[in-house]
């Protein structure tokens, strides 16, 4: 069960959570075996802090690792 208040850390795309996971809770829509679609909103699968998640135009200056 996720936590009632969660640490919100969105806002600069990042790879992995400040706790050290880099697995997250996202929405995400298929085509063809492929994601075609997802929110950048996400949610740590392990502490449950809020999180961005980084897209292709996110460059490494720009994220987080």
Same mark, same amino acid.
């Given at each position: 069960m996720p936590p009632q208040n969660p640490l919100n850390l969105r806002g600069?795309?990042?790879h992995?959570?400040?706790c050290g996971c880099e697995m997250f809770l996202m929405i995400?829509?298929?085509? &063809?075996? #492929?994601?075609s679609f997802y929110f950048t909103d996400a949610q740590c699968l392990d502490c449950g802090a809020l999180v961005t998640l980084p897209?292709?135009? &996110?460059? #490494?200056e720009n994220t987080l690792l």
């Open positions: 600069i795309p990042t992995s959570c400040i995400a829509s298929f085509e &063809d075996c #492929e994601v897209t292709p135009v &996110d460059n #490494e």
